[in-house]
Nanobody
Framework: QVQLLESGGGSVQAGGSLTLSCAKS????????VGWFRRRPGLEREGVAT???????TYADSVKGRFVVSQDSDKKMLTLQMDSLKPEDTGEYYC?????????????????????WGKGTQVTVSS
């Protein structure tokens, strides 16, 4: 059973930085897609950043150049470094994983099809 546990959320002023972490347990296979999704107030869930088992990254246009997704060599920790945060980045952030490939579509479909989800961590950016 794959389990995901997010940490690192919090409150920050606009322009600040936060680092989200997702600890993974269980086996999601040698080929997989993992990533971050968010639900902003009043909006549907959307993809933020994904990374597949080959290291290929996909980002939402709204976070390109500001956020960086990475995972450690053991593939047990997924990280989202968020810089130059904006009030519109406020929301609940979720870590998710899926066996197999398809990160690009999974991100742009808002995570529909991801098999495993964490419980989320809140990010609040004040102006």
């Amino acid at each position: 059973q794959v389990q995901l546990l997010e940490s690192g959320g919090g409150s920050v002023q606009a322009g600040g930085s936060l680092t989200l972490s997702c600890a993974k347990s269980g086996d999601i296979g040698s080929r997989h897609c993992v990533g971050w999704f968010r639900r902003r107030p009043g909006l549907e869930r959307e993809g933020v950043a994904t990374i597949d088992s080959d290291g290929s990254r996909t980002y939402a246009d709204s976070v390109k150049g500001r956020f960086v997704v990475s995972q450690d060599s053991d593939k047990k920790m997924l990280t989202l470094q968020m810089d130059s945060l904006k009030p519109e980045d406020t929301g609940e952030y979720y870590c998710a994983a899926k066996m197999g490939r398809g990160c690009f579509l999974l991100l742009h479909r808002g995570g529909a099809g991801m098999e495993y989800w964490g419980k989320g961590t809140q990010v609040t950016v004040s102006s």
